[in-house]
């Protein structure tokens, strides 16, 4: 049993930005995938993505994209997107071991109702990779991001 503790304990101290899933408020709503996965324990990979500052301007970039793209814009033309690029940045931080908390609601919830399909959610992850090229974020370090993502489509796709 002490060992136990103690592994618990060391996992905790490892993880000082251990994340908590959000609740969801409608019971109909079915989570399938977590809103915050734990991708890796690469400790450099917030620093490799430029900290939150980096995180900051990764949004301001990609959410031009999505609105410059037919398959994404109507999603997003009449969105709060200040606050989506915020709750993205905090997202983000949180899957990355970032210092951050996650302020917004479960991705099942979110996202219920808008009839994603798969073309938007892939033109929304294609958009995403064009701008981290842009910003020249190593290709490792973008695969362990996309990596996390791709589960949440369960969560965000209509079918
Ligand atoms: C892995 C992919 C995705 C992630 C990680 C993601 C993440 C998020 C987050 C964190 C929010 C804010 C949550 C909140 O308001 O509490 C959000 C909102 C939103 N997302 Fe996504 N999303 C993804 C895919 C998509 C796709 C494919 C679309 C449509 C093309 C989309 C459209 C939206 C819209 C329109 C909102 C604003 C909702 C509102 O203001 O009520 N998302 N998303």
Redesign the pocket.
Known sequence: MRKFGISIGLILAACPAAATEPTVSDPTVVVRAPTLPVITDDPNLFETFGGREGLVRIMDDVMQRWMANDR?RP??EN??RD??KA??VE?FCVIMHGPCTYS??A?AE??RG?N?NEG??FA?VEELQRTLNAMDIPFQAQNRLIAA?AP??RD?IDR
């Open positions: 994404t999603f997003f969105a709060d606050k989506v709750l993205l997202q917004g609601r991705m979110v996202h808008m994603v938007a959610f929304l993502l949440m489509h965000i």
